[in-house]
């Protein structure tokens, strides 16, 4: 059957007048979810107490959503496992691949990454030694730049700001001939679009679930390791429940069975029951129908913000097939353009320097949505309502 979209949208709890946006940054909350935390609190925490961990199935649950995640994107079952921010996933897969090709140095990245996946990237470089760097391109050159030097490629595979989108399983396929090993990171693409991870043959993945999979602000990160590496990485975050035995209390690390030794401390229970209450209603919706409406709303809305607001430059992919699931539009008073439309109830954001940025997730986004959106928009730059001094001062969080 067809994802009936209607039905899903009244799945989420959205406030009254609200075009929301933004959900490529942080996911509306399922009207399950309060419901569904509440019982991990009272009946479970509250009621269980210690005993939940083996009664309520909490020490289990990181690896039992995994498989839901997995579902998800186009991985195997018990290759990825929840817990820990998406930058201690990242700093963990990219310390484990460096592991599988010790020959080599360099880790590739690209100028559009998440600035985040730099970081850990140098941070680790500078931790290993001066033999080991990080090299950036421009994302439409990393097929060039990547030869028999890179040891690691690390890519996310939707630019967060463009919404440009690399070809996983070129540069995958490309990367692995040339002997490197790959990590994608999936935070723009989990719950977005289809992800083939196995089919791919990629190596490591990582991923957030506050964005298109609206687990909540600071819901769990996951990790992906394709079974034929699982047994053979050795985690440099040896943690307690990444452990062998977690409960024999060994005073020597011994790494647990397959994705298990990805994992580090204590699971986010309360994180985790809400992300369940979103994964229920994805369990009613086909990834290929998300794909397509996506496509459709987002040509909509470019169609319309380019009739109506000719002062505003197109920053992402024209062509649906090579964008994520968001537009982005340029203007040099982008952030007070936003700080606008959000004073009218449309909720996007602004990423540094110039880039208005919009989400759309047909979970909860309709037609209507996208055309009062270009409504307001247009008459926004119209009127030059945008142009007051309240709308200029930066927030703290953009």
Request: aromatic content about 8%; some cysteine; hydrophobic content about 45%.
């Amino acid at each position: 059957m067809p994802t009936d979209f209607a039905s899903l949208r009244a799945q989420f709890d959205l406030p009254e007048g609200m075009i929301y946006l933004d959900g490529n940054s942080l996911g509306p909350m399922p009207r399950a979810a309060a419901a569904r935390v509440a019982h991990t609190v009272t009946e479970e925490w509250g009621k269980l107490l210690i005993t939940g961990w083996n009664k309520a199935g909490w020490m289990a649950q990181p690896s039992r959503v995994g498989d839901r995640i997995a579902g998800l994107i186009g991985a195997e079952p018990g290759s990825v496992v929840m817990g820990d921010t998406l930058s201690i996933k990242v700093f963990q897969a990219l310390t484990a691949a460096l592991e599988l090709n010790p020959s080599r140095r360099v880790i590739l990245s690209d100028t559009g990454n998440f600035p985040s996946d730099l970081y850990m990237a140098s941070g680790l470089c500078r931790m290993l030694g001066p033999d080991y760097t990080l090299k950036t391109v421009a994302p439409e050159d990393v097929a060039a730049a990547i030869d028999d030097t890179i040891a690691v490629t690390l890519l996310t595979e939707v630019d967060y700001r463009t919404g440009r989108k690399h070809d996983m399983a070129a540069l995958t396929k490309l990367a692995q001939a040339k002997g490197a090993v790959t990590v994608w990171d999936l935070a723009h693409s989990a719950g977005a679009l289809p992800v083939h991870l196995a089919e791919c043959r990629a190596d490591f993945a990582v991923g957030c679930t506050y964005k298109y999979l609206n687990s909540g602000p600071g819901g769990p990160a996951f990790i992906y390791v394709a079974p034929r590496h699982a047994e053979k990485i050795n985690p440099a975050l040896s943690g307690w429940l990444g452990h062998e035995a977690p409960f024999a209390f060994d005073l020597d690390y011994r790494p647990g069975a397959g994705i298990e030794r990805m994992r580090v401390g204590t699971p986010p229970v309360l994180q985790l029951a809400a992300l369940e209450a979103s994964l229920d209603i994805w369990d009613q919706a086909d990834i290929n129908d998300v794909r397509a409406k996506s496509i459709q709303l987002i040509d909509r809305f470019i169609a319309g913000v380019e009739a109506a607001c000719p002062t505003l430059t197109l920053a992402a992919p024209r062509d649906g097939n090579q964008r994520g699931s968001q537009a982005s539009f340029r203007h040099q008073d982008g952030y007070a353009i936003m700080q606008a439309l959000i004073a009218r109830g449309v909720i996007g954001d602004f990423r540094a320097p110039d880039i208005l940025r919009f989400g759309f997730t047909p979970l909860f986004i309709n037609d209507e949505d996208v055309d009062g959106a270009v409504k307001i928009l247009a008459d926004i730059m119209a009127n030059n309502l945008w142009d007051r001094p309240e709308y200029k001062t930066r927030a703290r969080v953009t």
